[in-house]
């Protein structure tokens, strides 16, 4: 099963994100999608009985809420999901045909699935086994807040785990360095000046303890 860790501090963008990915599933049953919000949300959709729906009780910010869906989530395969991303058409089939390639090899399979950016040496995206998540048991290491949590995984895995970057773009992601995207607080937060600061100071961190 694939599992959708998704985390939005933009309730009202909820519909629209189940819809765009579990419409474009070829096996529906095989997908649930864990979604973490900041306050209680009850959401509408033809697609309730793949959708659990979490609180963070914890700090609000994206990586507790992607941590708190990856802890909650039965699937052997996890995807990150966010407000921004959209996958194509029968993308599960995709990925687990590219994924079950290599579990003969090693269990702990992380793909590195490719943006407008065409970036194969950093993994924006995390797709990764349930065997690579047990590896650590969480994510991302619960320090980071944003900034600098996706360098934390490129690194990680890349020296730990068994790595494979598409050869093409996957993902089509509204994302502000390849499109027109209007800032609002979210991202502000987001992308703060002291989230970059103590998200830096954490990536060192994890350099070290890890040596990576």
Known sequence: MFSLLYTTARPHLIPEVVDRWLARVECLTGVEMVIVTDEPFRSTTPFADQVRLLVNGGRRDCVTGWNLAAANAVGDVFVQVSDDLHPPKHWDKAMREVID?????????????????????????????RAAYDKVGFL?????????????????????????????????????????????????????????????????????????
């Not at 943006?115 to 924006?124: G, N, P, V, W």
């Not at 093409?168 to 607080?185: I, K």
């Open 140 to 212: 991302y290491p619960p320090d980071f807040e944003s900034m600098f949590c996706d360098n934390w995984f490129t690194a990680f895995h890349g020296k730990y785990s068994l790595c494979m970057a598409s050869k093409r773009q996957f993902w089509s992601h509204v994302h502000r360095t390849t499109h027109a995207v209007a800032v609002d607080d979210v991202m502000v937060r987001h992308e703060s000046r002291e989230r970059y600061e103590r998200g830096r100071k954490t990536l060192e961190k994890y350099i070290r303890l890890h040596e990576l």
């Open 101 to 129: 390639q290599f579990m003969d090899q090693r269990p702990d399979v992380v793909l590195n699935l490719l943006d407008e950016r065409l970036m194969a040496s950093a993994i924006f995206h995390p797709v990764l086994t």
